[in-house]
C-alpha cells in the first residue's frame, strides 16, 4: 500500500494574512499580498518580538534569507526584508522593516544564529546597522572597502581601484581613474545614437503608447 503525505493548505493568504496581522496587532504597520505572497511591515523597533511571535506560534521555523532595498527618494531609504518559511504549512512570508543611514535595526541573532551572516551583508552592501549584532562587519567586500555598493547612488565604477604594483611587490590602492567618462544609453537599443530600430525595439515602443 502506499502512502500519499501532502502538505497541510492554507484556506486562503487572504485568511492567513488576516490571522498573523490580527495576532501581531499594532507592531503592523501595512500589510498586503503581491506576487502571490505576504507581505507585512512591522515596527522596527519591534521587529524581533514580530520575528519571535512568527517562529514560536505560528510555525515559520525558518529565517531563509534577509534582503535590503534602496529607495533613495523616502526619509527612510532603506527596506530589510526577512524571508521566513514554515516548514510544517509548506507556507512562506516576507516581513519588512524601514530605516536609514542613522537608526540601527534590532538584531535577530537571539533568534536564529545565521542572522549573523545574513545582517553582515545588508550592512555591507547598503550600510544598514544592527543593534546587538555580536561581529556586525563586512563580509562580501575587501578590507578597506569604501561606500556600500548596492545603494543607488554609489557609482558603478566604485572609489579606489587596486592593482599589484611590480616596483612595491604588493597590491595598491589608487583613485578611480578613467580614459573616458561612462556613457550614458537610453536602454532601449545596446547603441547609443542609432537612427534605426533594432529588434527588440518595437516592444519597448509598444510599451510606450499603452
Known amino acids: 500500500m502506499t502512502i500519499v503525505h501532502s502538505a497541510p ?3 486562503s493568504n487572504e485568511g492567513v494574512r488576516d490571522a498573523l496581522t490580527a495576532a501581531l496587532g ?20 519591534e521587529i524581533e518580538n514580530a520575528l519571535k511571535l512568527l517562529r514560536d506560534d505560528h510555525e515559520y521555523q525558518q529565517l531563509m534569507e534577509i534582503a535590503g532595498v534602496d529607495y533613495p527618494d523616502r526619509a527612510e531609504r532603506f527596506e530589510v526584508v526577512y524571508m521566513l518559511l514554515s516548514l510544517t504549512k509548506n507556507h512562506r512570508i516576507m516581513v519588512k522593516v524601514n530605516t536609514d543611514e542613522a537608526k540601527p535595526v534590532p538584531t535577530v541573532t537571539t533568534l536564529w ?9 545588508v550592512f555591507d552592501l547598503y550600510g544598514v546597522t544592527y543593534a546587538g549584532n555580536p561581529d556586525l562587519r563586512r563580509i562580501l567586500t575587501d578590507y578597506g572597502f569604501e561606500g556600500h555598493p548596492f545603494r543607488k547612488d554609489f557609482p558603478l565604477t566604485g572609489y579606489t581601484e587596486l592593482r599589484y604594483s611590480e616596483e612595491e611587490k604588493r597590491v595598491v590602492y589608487e583613485p578611480v581613474e578613467l580614459a573616458q567618462d561612462l556613457r550614458q544609453f537610453d536602454f532601449l537599443s545596446p547603441w547609443e545614437g542609432s537612427d534605426y530600430v533594432l529588434p527588440g525595439d518595437e516592444k519597448a515602443q509598444e510599451e510606450g503608447k499603452k
Do not use: M
Request: cysteine-free; overall charge negative.
Open 9 to 11: 493548505k492554507f484556506a
Open 26 to 45: 499594532d507592531i503592523v504597520v501595512s500589510s498586503k499580498e503581491e506576487h502571490g505572497e505576504i507581505v507585512i511591515t512591522v515596527k522596527r523597533d
Open 113 to 121: 544564529p545565521n542572522a549573523g551572516w545574513l545582517e553582515r551583508e
